[in-house]
């Protein structure tokens, strides 16, 4: 029932209560609560249709009385102090900041947050660090042939580089197989979008940024592939 990526997610919950915001059909608080890891969840949906998924999910595991699920958006779900963890799950990095920022308040007590976004993570940390939060822990993982960024945030202050910004400190430090993956194809991708508009006058100003990302790659990442840092190296040109 629950996929690896949820798995994963489950392993950096902690605390006796949590709310799983954005929680579809409730798997991952159902699996939480049965396997006795938490005492009590709140399963957050603002769409009607995997709210009442959810709570038929939840009802049919016997769980109406461990997890509340909840229709609202975002953590006005929750109430200030009601839970000890927070996880966002599956969403696109900006989302996420959104509905960090905009549901501060519920913030206040700085339960643990774990967060795991497909795309765009930089907007995540960037709202950590206006949240007064520090990443303890990232990791990534792969299902499905998406990619997914996991970060796990307390309560704490940090900088970072815009290179451990774009990437994540962590992730950044470790380098394995499935980030080599994820950031070789936007590599790649961008390269192809300076070749086309490399001798476009009035794409300069977007040249110049694409050439500022690429010069962050090469700088911040050890690809795997040799050959794709030579062949940027040899046909680029810094303007």
Same mark, same amino acid.
């Given at each position: 029932?629950? $996929?690896?990526? =949820? %798995? ?8 006796? @209560? ?9 798997? %991952? ?6 396997? *006795? ?6 399963? $957050? ?17 016997? %769980? ?7 229709? $609202?958006?975002? %953590? ?11 996880? +966002? ?12 920022? !905009?549901?501060?308040?519920? =913030?206040?007590?700085?339960? @643990? ?11 995540? @940390?960037?709202?950590?660090?206006? =949240? ?8 990534? +993982? ?11 945030? *307390? ?8 290179? #451990? ?12 197989? !499935? ?12 390269? @192809?979008?300076?070749? !086309? +508009? ?10 110049? #940024? ?5 010069? =962050? ?13 030579? !062949? ?8």
């Amino acid at each position: 029932m629950i $996929g690896n990526r =949820l %798995l994963k997610v489950a392993e950096y919950v902690k605390g006796e @209560r949590m709310a799983d915001i954005g929680s579809d059909h409730a798997y %991952l608080p159902i699996h939480l609560v049965s396997s *006795e890891q938490i005492s009590y969840a709140v399963a $957050g949906e603002i769409v009607d249709g995997p709210f009442q998924a959810a709570a038929k999910n939840v009802a049919s595991h016997g %769980l109406s009385g461990r997890i509340s699920v909840r229709k $609202g958006s975002g %953590l006005e779900v929750i109430e200030k102090g009601e839970v000890d963890c927070i996880t +966002i799950c599956g969403m696109g990095g900006p989302l996420i900041s959104d509905i960090l920022l !905009t549901g501060s308040k519920k =913030l206040a007590d700085k339960p @643990r947050l774990i967060l795991q976004s497909n795309i765009h993570s930089a907007a995540v @940390r960037n709202a950590l660090m206006k =949240l007064g939060y520090q990443i303890i822990a990232e990791d990534i +993982i792969k299902e499905k042939k998406h990619i997914y960024e996991i970060m796990v945030a *307390e309560a704490g202050e940090m900088q970072l580089s815009d290179a #451990e910004m774009k990437f994540g400190p962590y992730l950044l430090k470790e380098q394995n197989e !499935t980030f080599n993956e994820k950031w070789q194809k936007e590599y790649l991708h961008l390269q @192809r979008i300076e070749q !086309t +508009i490399i001798d476009k006058p009035a794409q300069q100003e977007k040249l110049q #940024e694409i050439e500022a990302q690429l010069k =962050l790659y090469q700088e911040a990442i050890h690809f795997a592939n040799q050959r794709i840092t030579a !062949t940027d190296q040899s046909s680029h040109s810094v303007r």
